[in-house]
T-cell receptor, first 111, second 114 residues
Framework: AQSVTQLDSQVPVFEEAPVELRCNYS??????LFWYVQYPNQGLQLLLK??????LVESINGFEAEFNKSQTSFHLRKPSVHISDTAEYFC?????????FGAGTRLTVKP | DAEITQSPRHKITETGRQVTLACHQT?????MFWYRQDLGHGLRLIHY???????NKGEVSDGYSVSRSNTEDLPLTLESAASSQTSVYFC?????????????FGPGTRLTVL
């Protein structure tokens, strides 16, 4: 079975600083990888996904994640964060219809 | 636009009562899922369905049941609510024909069991 570990439960950063949210997974088969974002009092929204092809995937709001098969990682990065990026971020892995989520990383961007 | 709705958005109930949380999607997706979200645990799968009349247990199914009588709805029932079931519940759906299993989430229901 697949599993996901998000290495940081909370990440506080200052506005305009870079950020990396770490995600490692374990699986004996090839999987699809996702990052979801949850803003306060809302449901989860897909941020970006890796299905195949280029190992670097980008979102429309400046986030990117790189699939590293040898390290079984899918870390999320942004070079300069905004106050509006404050949210909970979930890494997820999927194979067939089985999707597993990490425990989440709360990103807090301070002015 | 297609969407997933959940009702109620907030619910307070007492221990031992039966509670049903509604989930309705207009994506025409075959797959539907119920998760609970608790601090430190992320999202944990309760039940899921791959189509009408199909239901399956997830990781934390004890004390919960679902039924799927049509494509659009997957109600979640707590047969006898317990304080340990105080949580935020999310419904999600995905398209069986989409191999990539992207799930679309509802806004959540915050349930408090006193």
């Amino acid at each position: 079975a697949q599993s996901v570990t998000q290495l940081d439960s909370q990440v506080p950063v200052f506005e305009e600083a870079p950020v990396e949210l770490r995600c490692n997974y374990s699986s004996s088969v090839s999987v699809y990888l996702f990052w979801y974002v949850q803003y306060p009092n809302q449901g989860l929204q897909l941020l970006l996904k890796y299905l195949s092809g280029s190992t670097l995937v980008e979102s429309i709001n400046g986030f990117e994640a790189e699939f590293n098969k040898s390290q079984t990682s899918f870390h999320l990065r942004k070079p300069s964060v905004h106050i509006s990026d404050t949210a909970e971020y979930f890494c997820a892995v999927s194979f067939n219809n089985d999707m597993r989520f990490g425990a989440g990383t709360r990103l807090t961007v301070k002015p | 636009d297609a969407e997933i709705t959940q009702s109620p958005r907030h619910k307070i109930t007492e221990t031992g009562r039966q509670v049903t949380l509604a989930c309705h999607q207009t994506w025409n997706h075959n797959n539907m899922f119920w998760y609970r979200q608790d601090l430190g645990h992320g999202l944990r799968l309760i039940h899921y369905s791959y189509g009408v009349q199909d239901t399956n247990k997830g990781e934390v199914s004890d004390g919960y049941s679902v039924s799927r009588s049509n494509t659009e709805d997957l109600p979640l029932t707590l047969e006898s609510a317990a304080s340990s079931q105080t949580s935020v519940y999310f419904c999600a759906s995905s398209d069986r024909t989409g191999r990539y299993n992207e799930q679309f989430f509802g806004p959540g229901t915050r349930l408090t069991v006193l």
